[in-house]
């Protein structure tokens, strides 16, 4: 079974600044799928980038990208110019692609609280 | 597009008793997950659903958990009965192959339960 590993439970910024979160994985699959979601205190998850493992590029959303590193099972979210809206808790999960019968659930780490100090 | 709706936002029961949970998935999103967020903790899937049949609930506590989808559409978690262990949020989401991009979940604003 994959794990997901979030070994910050609490990060803190300074708005405008940059900040890094880190997500380490575990699998033995050669591909699958990788999520940052973002769920603010309304309990809302809300997707805020993915990746492909096939692909060696990293993925950028805006003001947030990835730095995947396959060989060390790593997938850490890097946010710039940090907005107070920003604010909430993230959450790194993991997509097989071999599932069985369709069974594509995502397996979530325990989740970063970021916090944006004004 | 409304989202993914779910109902009630917050249940308070006593352990023991029975407590049921309703989501509505996107219009024509053929896949429905539930999952279990506990305090502190990530989401963990509890069932997904394709269409009205079941894909995995390889995690659903069967002796005390259900779920179903009968027609496809909306559908009911229930839980009888509850634990103190079963406090948590429980998060509804939906998917589909031809919206959004591939294999995004959307999720609900999930119904918080306390058992007491």
């Known amino acids: 079974a994959q794990t997901v590993t979030q070994s910050q439970p609490e990060m803190s910024v300074q708005e405008a600044e940059t900040v890094t979160l880190s997500c380490t994985y575990d699998t033995s699959e050669s591909d699958y799928y990788l999520f940052w979601y973002k769920q603010p205190p309304s309990r809302q998850m809300i997707l805020v980038i993915r990746?492909?493992?096939?692909?060696?590029q990293n993925a950028t959303e805006n003001r947030f990208s990835v730095n995947f590193q396959k060989a060390a099972k790593s997938f850490s979210l890097k946010i710039s110019d940090s907005q107070l809206g920003d604010a909430a808790m993230y959450f790194c999960?993991?997509?097989?692609?071999?599932?069985?019968?369709?069974?594509?659930?995502?397996?979530f780490g325990k989740g970063t609280h970021l916090i944006i100090q004004p | 597009e409304a989202g993914v709706a779910q109902s009630p936002r917050y249940k308070i029961i006593e352990k023991r008793q029975s407590v049921a949970f309703w989501c509505n998935p996107i219009s024509g999103h053929a896949t429905l997950y539930w999952y279990q967020q506990i305090l502190g903790q990530g989401p963990k899937l509890l069932i997904q659903?394709?269409?009205?049949?079941?894909?995995?609930d390889s995690q659903l506590p069967k002796d005390r958990f259900s779920a179903e989808r009968l027609k496809g559409v909306d559908s009911t978690l229930k839980i009888q009965p509850a634990k103190l262990e079963d406090s948590a949020v429980y998060l509804c989401a939906s998917s589909s192959l031809f919206s959004g991009g591939p294999y995004e979940q959307y999720f609900g604003p999930g119904t918080r339960l306390t058992v007491t």
């Open positions: 659903f394709q269409n009205n049949g079941v894909v995995d």
């Open positions: 999960a993991y997509r097989s692609s071999y599932s069985g019968g369709g069974a594509d659930g995502l397996t």
């Open positions: 990746q492909e493992a096939y692909k060696q």
